[in-house]
Structures are given as structure tokens and as C-alpha cells.
């Protein structure tokens, strides 16, 4: 059973700064790429960063620059260091795993429970 928790997540004034971790119960990162998401209210699901199996990361271009995703393959810990955080990333930010498979199952069904970050002025 592959889990994914999230932690790091609180409440922070405009400009600070919170590195959101996500710990796998297993060691997925050989045959998923990873990534984190996020939904703020009233609004769809948006990748916010992802790191294939090689170590290529991608960035949605509102966080370029400000945050960057990382991990520790012999803790099984997925990162993000977000920077320079504005009102607008306040969300729900989520760990996945994304492209190939893992234990006969697609990666992508991996996810965690989210952890809140909330971002005020």
C-alpha cells in the first residue's frame, strides 16, 4: 500500500516563505515521477510543479521563480520550497505521484490527503 503525507502547510504573511514535505510509504521515486498540486476554493485542480523519474522538474509559470521542488531518494521525501508565497497561492496543496507504474498500479492513483497553505496580506 503506497501512502503519500503531506506536511508543512500553515499560515504566512505575504513574502514568507514554507517548504511543504510529503513522505512515501514505499520508495516510488524509481518508477513514478512526482509532483505537488493545489486547489484553492471555487477553483480547479492545478499541477504546481513536477519531477520526473530522471530529475527534470517543471514549474506552472505562476511560481516560477519563487518556488522548487526536490527530493530525498533515500528518505522517500518529495519537497517544495515555496519563496516569495503571495496571497494567490493560498490552497490546498496535494503530493502525487504521476507518470508510470508502480506495483502493477498507475502512479497516478497515488496521492496524499493535502496539507493547507494559507497566504494573507
Known amino acids: 500500500q503506497v501512502q503519500l503525507v503531506e506536511s508543512g502547510g500553515g499560515s504566512v504573511q505575504a513574502g514568507g516563505s514554507l517548504k511543504l514535505s510529503c513522505a512515501a510509504s514505499?520508495?516510488?521515486?524509481?518508477?513514478?515521477?512526482m509532483g505537488w498540486f493545489r486547489q484553492a476554493p471555487g477553483k480547479e485542480r492545478e499541477m504546481v510543479s513536477i519531477i520526473s523519474r530522471n530529475g527534470i522538474t517543471n514549474y506552472a509559470d505562476s511560481v516560477k521563480g519563487r518556488f522548487t521542488i526536490s527530493q530525498d531518494n533515500a528518505k522517500n521525501t518529495l519537497y517544495l520550497q515555496m519563496n516569495s508565497l503571495k496571497t494567490e497561492d493560498t490552497a490546498m496543496y496535494y503530493c502525487a505521484a504521476t507518470g508510470g507504474r508502480y506495483a502493477g498500479t498507475w502512479c497516478s492513483n497515488y496521492w496524499g490527503q493535502g496539507t493547507q497553505v494559507t497566504v494573507s496580506s
Open positions: 514505499v520508495n516510488i521515486f524509481s518508477s513514478c515521477g
